[in-house]
């Protein structure tokens, strides 16, 4: 199935909004890093976008005067957009009962800052995907400059049941 759906980046239009994208991730605000999906290739590649503001909570600490996006949230950006193509793939009944969680980051590089107004364009493409297990390679751009990447590892798994502060399944 290579179906795809792509927009050119001038023009790019939504194929996920952030309501769908609410629907799929079970992250919210502050960790919900993606405000919406413009491409989706099934199992292959998704593209999403965050937009950076001044009001992200993390900017008051990193750095006062000196505003900078820490290379942490931009590979969980990478995830979160790669989580979703990953989510995608499954039957929409089973999404809810489903996480995924990071095995592994690789090769990290971060080649240039990201700062307030910047838009960050997020692509991951799939390098292996297999019994719930993935490898995805993730890019971020701002313009046409690429300003992180990384390889990343993943597992889907069961949220199974819900424990409360005395370690009790509720």
Known sequence: MSETVQMPPDTAATVLDIN?????????????????????????RIVGIKNVTINEPFFQGHFPGYPLMP?????????????????LDLPEANRADKLI?????????????V??????????SVIAYRRGAGRMEGKIYVGEKLVAE???SCF????GPQKNNDGAQE
């Not at 769908?20 to 292959?44: A, C, K, N, S, T």
């Not at 700062?115 to 991951?124: F, M, N």
């Not at 889907?156 to 949220?159: C, E, M």
């Open 20 to 44: 769908q994208i609410q629907g799929i991730l079970p992250h919210r605000y502050p960790f919900l890093l993606i405000d919406r999906i413009i491409e989706v290739q099934p199992r292959q």
């Open 71 to 87: 290379g942490v949230l931009m590979v969980e950006a990478m995830a979160q957009t790669g989580g979703i193509l990953l989510l």
């Open 150 to 152: 990384a390889i990343l």
């Open 156 to 159: 889907v798994i069961s949220r």
């Open 115 to 124: 700062t307030p107004g910047d838009q960050l364009r997020i692509e991951v």
């Open 101 to 113: 969680v990071f095995t592994g980051i690789e090769k990290a590089k971060f080649r240039k800052p």
